[in-house]
């Protein structure tokens, strides 16, 4: 694995990496360093210490945030992009960004509100509305920290489960007016004396994927401290989201950020591809986005040979499941020409790894898979893509949008139709004071891309799930796909010389169908 793939990794799973003199200083969330990138990480160190070097001298040149004295000021580039696009729509869900976690042990319930109420005098966006000056969205931050909350016990329910789920799940879709109150809810759940569930519902112009994981320490040290009886401590959060969205607008016309914009241009030059997916439905002209999920695990025995093939080729697991989701879409579509987004956490400073708010980059990976290539060659051929991209991950989406907007009709692309992402959720929390706590998987009911596989580590094993939308696909129809998706692993760990048409997809289920068609 070279230096600027093993970088692009690290950045992916939220480690922090930096030269001290002669000291390599790695700073890695629990859970996120595989051995392979362990072992990657010692193998390389002289080289990846100049590279940090040459890196920290440009660094000194680039001014810090600057706080501005206002408390009112202009939305960040995707916030605009999402808010506009809920102002179309004020009554969609499409955006919310629920999640729900089971606390099992001693509770005490007013130490979480305190900790919820701290939680938010911390960070200022979960204090701030949106107001409209001069048909100018502002983001406007108030001193008044008073908490949607809400306490509901279900503990005399016959079926706790089942009426914590549809809870969950009615809370989820219930629209946020973003003009009159702060974009986030909160709810304690009862189910027991020692059983809680601790549920948010915020939104996408305000919280972003990484944002959960600064909720869950933030929240786990705040109550700990409470319940203890102690003073909570935590460092400042050093940028204020209004500043940064002021930072960001500045920094688009920066020499470094138009050579990346640049760099887009080339990539996604006209005409983008539009990937032919069999649906069950027609598409229609403006999609709904209603959506649901199927949960997936692949099995160690799968996983390992693809780990394996990955070091052999010096990338990641990473690129290998990209590879094969792209490979899956070349075989239900027959194109060659294959687009897939991935999210990116757009953190790269230090300075806004404590912030709520939605930093998320957006990245495109077009892989040109014609004349039937392998899939090692495949591998190959994504990992040169994977590079380049993550190479230029501080191009801001909405600025390419733009940029390609002036030049073709995106509508009309795969630009958003199917996105990879590859989650790092090892380091999340699994206590809050005395509690145990875990993670309350829920169904989702509106998605944004057509298909959507994200998969993460799971002790050797890969879980994960596609989301998909309803209104063109059946359940039954996605979890075909998975079993195709799984036999494309398990074949290409086998055999990765074999030319991607020759890869078998047909699962036993599939075989058995066409036996009994034929009969």
Not at 267 to 284: E, I, M, Y
């Amino acid at each position: 694995m070279g230096v600027p793939e093993l970088l692009a990794a690290l950045r992916e799973r939220g480690v922090d990496v930096r030269a001290d003199g002669e000291r390599l200083l790695v700073n890695a969330p629990k859970g996120s360093l595989s051995e392979e990138l362990q072992l990657a990480i010692r193998a390389n160190k002289p080289a990846l210490l100049a590279a940090l070097k040459d890196a920290s001298v440009a660094a000194e040149v680039v001014a810090p945030i600057p706080r501005g004295p206002a408390s009112e000021g202009p939305l960040g580039l995707a916030q605009e992009r999402l808010w506009l696009a809920q102002r179309l729509d004020p009554g969609s869900a499409v955006y919310n960004l629920p999640g729900s976690w089971r606390l099992t042990g001693p509770f005490d319930a007013a130490a979480m509100d305190r900790a919820i109420a701290a939680f938010v005098a911390r960070h200022e966006i979960l204090r701030s509305v949106f107001v409209e000056r001069d048909g100018r969205a502002l983001l406007s931050e108030r001193d008044d920290t008073t908490l949607d909350l809400e306490h509901i016990d279900l503990s005399a329910e016959s079926d706790r489960e089942a009426a914590l789920l549809a809870l969950v799940f009615d809370q989820s879709k219930r629209p946020f007016d973003l003009l009159a109150a702060p974009a986030v809810r909160f709810c304690v759940i009862r189910l027991g004396p020692e059983e809680h569930v601790l549920s948010v519902v915020t939104h996408a112009v305000i919280w972003d994927g990484w944002s959960f994981d600064l909720f869950l320490g933030d929240i786990s040290a705040l109550y700990g401290a409470i319940a203890a009886g102690e003073a909570p401590s935590l460092p400042p959060v050093p940028v204020r989201y209004i500043d940064y969205a002021a930072w960001q607008r500045a920094r688009v016309a920066e020499p470094g950020v138009q050579a990346q914009l640049s760099f887009w241009r080339g990539s996604l030059t006209p005409p983008l591809p539009f990937t032919d997916l069999p649906t069950d439905r027609p598409r229609p002209a403006l999609p709904a986005h209603s959506g649901s999920r199927v949960y997936l695990r692949f099995s160690e025995a799968i996983a390992a040979p693809l780990a394996a093939l990955a070091r052999a080729e010096q990338t990641t697991l990473y690129t290998v499941l990209l590879a094969a989701w792209q490979t899956l879409l070349v075989r239900y579509s027959g194109q060659t020409d294959c687009l897939v987004t991935t999210p990116v956490r757009g953190r790269e400073r230090s300075e806004l790894e404590l912030g709520i708010g939605i930093y998320t980059n957006t990245l495109f990976f077009r892989t040109d898979l014609s004349r039937d290539p392998s899939f090692r060659e495949a591998i190959r051929r994504s990992k040169r893509v994977v590079l380049g991209a993550f190479e230029n991950q501080e191009a801001p989406v909405d600025e390419v949008i733009a940029e390609l907007s002036r030049t073709q009709d995106l509508a009309k692309s795969s630009l958003f139709q199917t996105n990879f992402s590859y989650q790092n959720t090892n380091n999340r929390i699994t206590t809050m004071g005395p509690c145990v706590t875990k993670f309350v998987p829920q169904d989702v009911h509106s998605v944004y891309a057509e298909l959507n596989f994200w998969v993460k580590d799971a002790a050797g094993a890969l879980l994960g799930a596609v989301d998909y939308r309803s209104d063109l696909f059946d359940r039954e129809t996605v979890e075909r796909l998975i079993g195709h998706l799984e036999a494309v692993l398990v074949e290409a760990g086998k055999d990765p010389d074999r030319a991607l048409s020759e890869l078998p997809i047909l699962t036993e289920a599939d075989a058995t169908w066409l036996d009994g068609a034929e009969g």
